[in-house]
């Protein structure tokens, strides 16, 4: 999926075990795919053909300005597994390939103005307001690239595989071979040296695509500076049967601290094609991703939400959401970030995985009984806090006289919060 910033954490994963980038808790900017193509295709890279169509009566005038053998029409929602959707009217899958023109008109008119709801969204689902219908490509070969500001390298590095179209962790853990890491210097960027040397190296062999590779490259780079990116990753960078290079997808991140430079940028975003609770998180700075599972987790930092997710799993459990409060969280924040999961029917318990470094252990605890009592909490709640002040926040949380489980350990609380949710 073409987007700002992923819905999906693999990226992070792969940010981590290819590049060994060190993840913050920072706000991303979330655009749709077609707006994101827009981006690409400003800066000179290539894409595929497209049209937007937010009004059925437009539909037809939206379709004249293309012609394929094959269609691409998708549902543009900020949410992953569209393909594997389903609508309110019962339609299914947000992504649909067909030859037929004709049938391009009925599958549009079965998704704008109905809700999607995949593995990511809520039971109700985000509201459908525009659909994308693109030309399919012949694609004879895939490759993949990524620029990103890698801390490790004190900037921005180059990642090329040969292997594109896959998941790049998992051509990092079995092919490390087919992964190149190049650092560059954020002066001179990618070169023509750089670039005819990785175009190379993706196996863009023939002159006329070599040179159309490297014309890309140089581009991608372009667009990383002039959006103020944190990463712009195409996987696909693919090689069509007739010869040409395009980017078929595409994950582009930056964070708020350009927004001074990229307020044309930042006022694209649409909240209303959020997952409602992410949107939701967002107003009052804390980052919120949608699982399919009962555990509810609140934690501080995205590295010890990682950790949090993977000891549930262990323990038999399963994540019903990555929900980061920061480093600099306040009790409010405390009390809307419960607000958020005690408001989501899946959630059968919360998990509080907390390390006190900057924010304060005390800070959460407050915050913790005062949502308790406010919100009349009446699911089971596993607190387990460590670090700055964290005796004070333990005797709040005992002389509270709420009926919190308390924990010492990360796995100890793992554990009760799974046992929570099977009794």
């Given at each position: 999926?073409?987007?700002?910033t ?21 706000r ?10 827009e ?12 049209a937007?169509?937010d ?10 300005k ?9 549902a ?7 393909g ?6 019962g339609?299914?899958?947000?992504v ?7 049938a391009?008109i009925d ?7 109905h809700?999607l ?13 525009k ?58 960027g ?21 040179e ?23 996987n ?18 930056f ?5 001074f ?20 998180a ?12 009962d ?15 993977d000891?549930?799993k262990?323990n038999?459990g399963?994540p ?5 409060v920061?480093g600099?969280v ?10 958020i ?6 959630v ?12 304060n ?36 949380l005992?002389?509270s006289?709420?009926p919190?489980?308390?924990?010492n ?7 009760k ?7």
């Amino acid at each position: 999926m073409l987007r700002f910033t992923s819905q999906k954490l693999c990226s992070r994963q792969m940010l981590n075990k290819v590049s060994k980038f060190n993840i913050k808790q920072v706000r991303y900017l979330s655009l749709l795919e077609y707006q994101s193509k827009e981006l690409l295709r400003d800066c000179g890279v290539s894409v595929q053909n497209f049209a937007i169509v937010d009004d059925l009566n437009k539909a037809n005038s939206a379709l004249q300005k293309l012609s394929a053998e094959e269609y691409v029409i998708k549902a543009q929602v900020l949410a992953g597994g569209r393909g594997k959707g389903w609508f309110d009217n019962g339609f299914k899958g947000g992504v649909h390939l067909t030859k037929d023109r004709k049938a391009v008109i009925d599958v549009a008119k079965n998704m704008l103005g109905h809700r999607l709801i995949t593995k990511q969204t809520s039971k109700d689902g985000i509201l459908v307001q525009k659909v994308m219908i693109a030309e399919s490509v012949n694609i004879a070969r895939e490759t993949y690239i990524c620029i990103l500001m890698d801390r490790q390298h004190n900037g921005p590095v180059l990642i090329a595989s040969p292997a594109g179209g896959m998941d790049i962790e998992t051509v990092a853990e079995k092919s490390p071979e087919l992964i190149r890491t190049i650092p560059l210097d954020i002066y001179y960027g990618i070169n023509d040296e750089i670039a005819k040397d990785v175009s190379i190296f993706l196996g863009f062999v023939d002159p006329t695509i070599q040179e159309k590779a490297i014309y890309e490259l140089k581009n991608l780079w372009k667009l990383f500076v002039d959006i103020d990116a944190l990463q712009v990753e195409i996987n696909p960078l693919v090689e069509t049967i007739d010869k040409q290079v395009i980017a078929v997808d595409a994950k582009i991140a930056f964070d708020d601290n350009a927004q001074f430079r990229q307020q044309d940028l930042f006022a694209l975003e649409d909240s209303d094609t959020k997952d409602p609770r992410e949107a939701d998180a967002s107003r009052f700075n804390l980052n919120y991703i949608g699982m399919d599972g009962d555990i509810g987790c609140l934690v501080n930092g995205a590295g010890l939400a990682m950790a949090t997710m993977d000891i549930i799993k262990l323990n038999g459990g399963s994540p019903a959401n990555f929900l980061d409060v920061g480093g600099s969280v306040k009790e409010d924040q405390v009390y809307q970030a419960f607000r958020i999961l005690s408001e989501d029917p899946k959630v059968k318990v919360i998990l509080v995985n907390v390390f006190g470094g900057i924010v304060n252990c005390a800070t959460i605890a407050k915050g913790i009984i005062t949502a308790s009592r406010n919100l009349k909490l009446k699911i089971p709640l596993v607190v387990r806090l460590e670090g700055t002040n964290v005796t004070e926040a333990k005797v709040l949380l005992a002389e509270s006289n709420l009926p919190i489980v308390t924990a010492n350990d990360l796995d100890e609380a793992a554990k009760k919060a799974v046992n929570s949710v099977k009794t």
